[in-house]
């Protein structure tokens, strides 16, 4: 029995030196000296998974959130910037990653007008981007990762499940009190787990590159641009400031998706992806002509 | 100004006189109830025996009838058969003399009868006390005060109404002859033996008036006929003479204080100058000697009181017009204050009385003495001349002041020893402060104030006196702290020089303290009192003194002022060591009850802590070198910590905060040196410290005997510490980290390396369970199964996706249950697995129910589709369900410490498993279903299931699930006709029946076949 025992206590000592070792020898930093930003994100997947079981067994599907999509649409339309080439190859866009998604609907694609460098989608499948991203996103891969981060958000249902007291209150009439339930479950949770559900439409994002013709740089580099944009943050913030954050760190979120492609791209060695720079250029996507990046 | 100031003395007379008065007449009054009430209890005794001697000898009187309608309470039988019982009539009552109410009945109405005997039974109330005190008071003294002062005016305004037809000198001499006759009469009166007093109060008169006859003469309008200063002060002089002679020749001393008070009443009046001055100093000097004859303590007490009264009135006057001191004038101050009190002071030596240490009159002397030191201090305060040699004399005075109080404990006049004794002490003190006209650093006087009143408590526990104990504590106490805000205050890092000299002045007053305390005797006195508690809140009975506490403060001190020393670890350390030798020795050798080294423990601790606070913000990645040479001699001290008490086996109070001291310094060390490669070195490390220090505490146990097993426990739980640094630098530092090691997440190695050494933690040494007692242990370590839970949870949160996470928890749940299941023998703490695999099962069926169509990403692979994935899982829940009706057995598992909760939940779980065991699957899946297919076939898919259910009744032979079954069927053909048979196509319709069909006619077949299963 002792001798086990030494036996595993030297095993585990060794792979510890080990460990100690490689960490030594790559000389291994971290973005930040410390942050609980990953143990928030963490904390909030159960209260996310409770607050999504909660949209399930309510009555609505689908269908009642692409009506709530096409209102939306509608009210929204009349700011779409950008040029109409632009707002075509946006639409284009959306509408080919949606493809992979499972709701069904149709979604789309909205170019607001603005310097900033941002996404957002809203219930029923209405995506916006802003002018300024578009400009500054070097390929379609990246653009792509953008759109299908937001996409994701729909596809997981983030979006309706902010809503989804509305839409069900909507159909007996008594829309005000849904709103009302919606923005009091906002309100209390929405923190706890808005950093959760970045995180699973980064993932989305990620999934879907893997699965496309796109090369999966495209979401690290999407990350790279905003955070040249914006700066990077230096130290983290304090724990009720982290709590309170709607997005994770873009320095975590950019390192995370950098690192993964690198290992993705050292299992696929010879697997050939397309980051469609001139696709963008040209306002035409790489599923409409592949040929523009060969 | 003058005559308010006159007035409120004239109050302030009247007042003491009254109370002295009053005090004396109510102890007299009370002396006489008492005796009375003695003298009337043995006159009812004396009744009653009077009574019983009249009904033995059969005389029928109207007491004897009573006495025989009263029963005694006593002896019922008694009064009942009086006549047959002798011994009642023959022998007296029974009545002790220690139980005078012993008969009540018997008394009542032996007194009634007699009737005068009333009022001596019934005790006098408060209030009827009061009133009589009262109108003792007024008829023996205000009546005499009151008439004197009402004839002095009545024949002053006599003589002022004769006068205004008279010269000035004549209205003189007819005041001058009022008083002679009146003087006159009272000598005559004071021959009659009934008019003694009348005749004083009549003298009282004679005087004033005397006095006020010549006062006038010289300073009121309309009598004065002397022009001349020296001529008036001369009269007022002879004035005060005549009432100095009186007061010499007065039988009592309030006379003898009326006298005086006045003389100093009027020459208070006069211009302040210097024959003035002597005169009223004369005149208190006269009152203090007079008391000498009859030992009038209250006499003495008026004079010195009235004298710092004077004093005040005179000094305020004074300054308040501009007036400045001369030497002269403070020299003649200081003199006569001294004359007046010192002889004053002398008197409690001097007429050395059996009174003076009595109880009864103990209080009076010592204010009155109080009051005459207060008279010098005052005095002297008024007149000091601020001379630096002023130290040198009240140095020398509070020599003198102690040998006083030495006489007076030769004396045995204990009250007076303990007044003199605090009175040297005070003047000692105040001689300290006064070094500051020598220009010394406050903190120097703080440092000297605090070693003699060091010196002062160890006197008073030398003479094993509580009373100056309770003093000298607190003082000794505010010295400490005086010490240290003075020491704070003078802290100039930049002054290297200042630093090192005060630093070192603070150890050798510690070290001094120490030596003096050290082997200090507890004074245990029987009272029990609040005199008591005072003391037990200052020495803590043992437990923490507060000296101890101060020494703390001040080495922590040293500490702060050494600490810009970068040598300072070196020095520091050795005075630690030092102390710890010394704190050894003091255990061993001198008092198991001195110094239980709490200071000594608040300063090892804060100086080692604050240390980082030095490394940290001046240091940071210092080289490992220098680091370690700066924190060698401080791991070296806090080993010694550890292991002097090991060696001399008593000790256990320093081990605790040694061995932690130094397990703090090697993981902030280890922190300190890692970090300079890597943030993510530190957690390793810790881990693998944590291991050799399990290792460690293990051979420190295997020595068998009992110090050896405290102190492995120790260590055991300072390498618990290293794992609790980990898991909080594990979650705010390493779970950020995305790095690849070898193709692995980093974080992933990490977190499998951590689990590996949580399980050689639950595993590695059950002889260490064995030696260790306490629910500490019992319920930390067992903690290590759910660490590792938890560790692989959040690897796998962190790793997989949440369609795959919900395949994890099924597999875990399976995992969790084999464990649980196959080594509950020989890990019997792994047998609470098989609950948490059931608690995974939920966690796997709520994912399937809720979560996996909405959590679905974009995916080619057909096996990375969340429904394939689902299925499986629901196929791994079912053979969970199987396994678990058939063979788990969550109720024999263990659950240790804190987790005792959930036998409970094992209970419910075993005994309604249909409910909160399968009912969840069924529900779960029948939900998967409804979301995650076509609801064309949902009918189908359900009835499947429903098969399913089905066929593991049989398996099971469990009766639940045939009924949830059949109910299930029973919706699945409602739904049949009422959705499929209208809504689906004529394909899907078709499909679905015949699938219902086939499997109905199974279960039908099933039914037949194992019929005898189904109870």
Redesign the interface.
């Known amino acids: 029995m002792n001798l086990l025992r030494y036996i595993f206590l030297s095993a585990i000592l060794i792979a510890g030196f080990f460990l100690s070792y490689m960490i030594y020898r790559e000389e291994v930093k971290v973005p930040f000296g410390a942050t609980l930003a990953p143990a928030f994100q963490l904390l909030g997947r159960p209260i996310k998974n409770v607050d999504r079981a909660l949209t399930q067994v309510l009555p609505i599907d689908s269908l009642d959130e692409a009506r709530y999509g096409d209102v939306i649409y509608r009210r929204y339309k009349p700011y779409n910037g950008g040029t109409q080439e632009d707002q075509a190859y946006v639409q284009r866009l959306v509408e080919t990653i949606s493809l992979s998604g499972k709701k069904g609907f149709t979604y789309h694609g909205l170019i607001l007008d603005s310097a900033e460098m941002n996404a957002f989608a809203l219930p029923g499948g209405v995506v916006f981007v802003t002018s300024g991203l578009l400009h500054n996103m070097h390929s379609e891969a990246e653009l792509a990762a953008v759109l299908a981060h937001e996409v994701g958000h729909v596809e997981l249902s983030h979006c309706l499940d902010s809503v989804r007291f509305e839409i069900a209150a909507r159909k007996i009439g008594t829309a005000p009190l849904g709103e009302l339930a919606d923005l009091a479950m906002n309100l209390m949770l929405r923190h706890s787990y808005s950093k959760t559900q970045e995180e699973e439409a980064d993932e989305y994002a990620w999934s879907f590159l893997k699965q496309s013709s796109y090369s999966p740089e495209g979401e690290g580099l999407a990350f790279a641009r905003l955070l040249k944009r914006y700066g990077t943050s230096g130290t983290a913030s304090n724990v009720v400031s982290e709590y309170f954050k709607s997005h994770p760190y873009l320095e975590l979120r950019e390192a995370r998706y950098r690192t993964r492609f690198q290992e993705w791209i050292a299992d696929h060695p010879n697997e050939e992806r397309k980051y469609g720079y001139k696709n963008l250029q040209e306002r035409t996507t790489l599923a409409d002509d592949p040929s523009l990046d060969p | 100004m003058e005559y308010f100031a006159i007035f409120l003395i004239v109050i302030l007379f009247i007042w003491v006189l009254t109370l002295s008065s009053t005090v004396s007449k109510l102890k007299r009054d009370l002396e006489f109830l008492e005796k009375k009430e003695k003298s009337d209890i043995s006159g009812v005794h004396n009744l009653i025996n009077h009574l019983q001697s009249v009904e033995s000898q059969g005389t029928q009187t109207g007491a004897a009838q009573e006495v025989e309608k009263t029963p005694v309470p006593s002896s019922n039988a008694r009064s009942e058969t009086q006549s047959a019982e002798p011994t009642y009539e023959n022998k007296p009552y029974p009545v002790s003399t220690t139980a005078p109410v012993a008969t009540p009945a018997l008394q009542q109405g032996s007194i009634a009868e007699k009737g005068e005997a009333i009022a001596i039974k019934k005790n006098p109330s408060a209030s009827s006390l009061k009133w009589s005190a009262f109108e003792k008071q007024l008829i023996e003294n205000w009546t005499g005060i009151l008439g004197s002062v009402i004839l002095t005016a009545g024949l002053s305004f006599l003589g002022v109404l004769s006068a205004l037809a008279l010269t000035p000198f004549f209205r003189f001499l007819m005041l001058l002859a009022a008083a002679t006759a009146v003087g006159a009469l009272s000598y005559y009166l004071a021959r009659l033996d009934n008019w003694k007093k009348f005749a004083f109060w009549l003298r009282g008169i004679s005087g004033a008036v005397a006095l006020f006859a010549c006062f006038a003469s010289a300073a009121i309008p309309g009598i004065q006929w002397v022009e001349s200063q020296s001529l008036g002060l001369v009269l007022i002089g002879a004035g005060v003479a005549l009432n100095l002679f009186f007061a010499y020749t007065a039988s009592r001393q309030i006379f003898a204080s009326i006298h005086l008070f006045l003389s100093l009443v009027t020459l208070a009046v006069l211009p302040q100058q210097m024959p003035v001055y002597a005169l009223a100093s004369f005149v208190a000097l006269a009152g203090v000697v007079f008391s000498y004859k009859s030992f009038w303590i209250h006499q003495t007490l008026l004079s010195t009181l009235s004298y710092v009264t004077y004093q005040v009135y005179r000094y305020f006057i004074l300054t308040g017009s501009g007036y400045v001191f001369t030497d002269v004038d403070r020299y003649a101050g200081i003199g006569a204050t001294l004359a007046v009190t010192l002889s004053a002071i002398s008197m409690h030596y001097i007429k050395t009385d059996i009174r003076n240490s009595s109880s009864q009159n103990y209080r009076v002397h010592l204010v009155s003495h109080l009051m005459h030191w207060f008279t010098a201090a005052i005095g002297l305060a008024f007149y000091a001349t601020g001379e630096r040699y002023v130290t040198l004399i009240l140095f020398l005075t509070a020599l003198l002041t102690y040998a006083l109080a030495r006489v007076a404990k030769k004396k045995s006049i204990l009250w007076l020893y303990r007044t003199d004794l605090m009175v040297a002490q005070s003047i000692a003190l105040y001689g300290i402060v006064t070094l500051y006209r020598w220009e010394m650093d406050v903190f120097w006087i703080a440092c000297m104030i605090n070693v003699e009143a060091l010196l002062f408590l160890r006197l008073a526990l030398f003479e094993k006196d509580p009373v100056i104990e309770v003093f000298a504590r607190p003082i000794h106490l505010l010295s400490g702290v005086a010490v240290l805000f003075s020491a704070i205050a003078a802290i100039d890092h930049d002054n290297t020089r200042l630093m090192v000299t005060n630093g070192a002045v603070l150890i050798i007053l510690v070290y001094f303290t120490i030596f003096i305390n050290r082997s200090r005797s507890m004074v245990n006195f029987e009272s029990n009192g609040r005199l008591q508690e005072i003391l037990n809140f200052f020495r803590g009975k043992g437990k923490l003194d507060l000296i101890e506490l101060f020494t703390g403060f001040f080495l922590i001190l040293v500490h702060i002022l050494l600490l810009s020393l970068y040598q300072s670890s070196l020095m520091i350390a050795l005075i630690q060591i030092s102390l710890i030798l010394l704190f050894i020795y003091d255990r061993k050798k001198v008092h198991t009850e001195s110094t239980s080294g709490y200071g000594l423990m608040l300063f090892i601790v804060v100086s080692h802590l604050t240390l980082w606070l030095y490394v940290s913000p001046t240091g940071i990645n210092p080289p490992m070198m220098q680091l370690l040479a700066f924190m060698l001699p401080f791991f070296v001290s806090t080993l010694l910590i550890s292991v002097f008490p090991v060696l001399n086996l008593k000790e256990p109070i320093l081990r605790l905060p040694g061995i932690g001291l130094f397990s703090i310094h090697l993981l902030l060390f280890i922190f300190f040196v890692t970090m300079h490669?890597?943030?993510?070195?530190p957690g390793?490390?810790w881990?693998?410290v944590s291991?050799i220090g399990l290792?460690i505490a293990y051979g420190i146990m295997k020595k068998g005997s009992r110090p050896y097993v405290d102190a492995g426990k120790i260590v055991l739980y300072f390498a618990l510490f290293f794992i609790a640094a980990f898991l909080i630098h594990h979650?705010?530092?390493?779970?950020?980290?995305?790095?690849?090691?070898?193709?692995m997440p980093?974080r992933m190695?990490?977190q499998l390396?951590s689990i590996?050494?949580f399980a050689?933690w639950l595993f590695?040494h059950p002889r260490v369970q064995e030696n260790l007692e306490g629910p500490l242990w019992g319920s930390i370590q067992p903690l290590f199964l759910e660490s590792i839970i938890a560790m692989t949870v959040?690897l796998l949160?962190?790793q997989f996706?949440?369609k795959w996470m919900t395949l994890f928890f099924a597999l875990f749940a399976m995992g969790a249950m084999a464990l649980g299941q196959f080594w509950k023998r020989s890990y019997p703490n792994l047998s609470r697995m098989k609950l948490y695999g059931v608690f995974m099962y939920y966690v796997a069926a709520?994912?399937i129910?809720?979560?996996s169509?909405?959590?679905?990403?974009?995916?080619?692979h057909f096996m990375e589709q969340s429904w394939v994935i689902g299925l499986i899982v629901e196929m791994l829940l079912t053979g969970i369900v199987v396994w678990f009706y058939r063979s788990i057995r969550l109720e024999e598992a263990v659950y240790p410490g804190v987790l005792s909760f959930l036998r409970k939940i094992a209970g419910l779980l075993t005994i309604k498993r249909n409910h909160w065991v399968f009912d969840p699957l069924f529900i779960a899946s029948a939900l998967f279903l409804y979301?995650s297919f076509d609801h064309a076939i949902l009918t189908l898919l359900w009835v499947v299931m429903i098969f399913i259910v089905f066929g593991l009744s049989i398996v099971i032979r469990e009766g639940h699930f045939r009924i949830l079954a059949l109910m299930a069927l029973a919706f699945a053909l409602a739904r049949l006709i009422f959705f499929d048979l209208s809504q689906s196509s004529l394909t899907m319709r078709a499909i679905v029946f015949v699938g219902v069909g086939i499997l109905m006619l199974g279960m039908n077949s099933l039914y037949n076949r194992f019929k005898g299963r189904f109870v």
Do not use: C, D, K
Request: hydrophobic share 60%; aromatic share 18%.
């Open positions: 490669f890597s943030p993510l070195l390793v490390v881990l693998m291991l290792e979650v705010v530092v390493e779970l950020q980290t995305e790095f690849y090691i070898l193709g980093l190695l990490i390396f590996s050494v050689y590695s959040v949160e962190f996706t949440q709520f994912h129910a809720f979560l169509t909405v959590t679905e990403m974009p995916a080619n979301w």
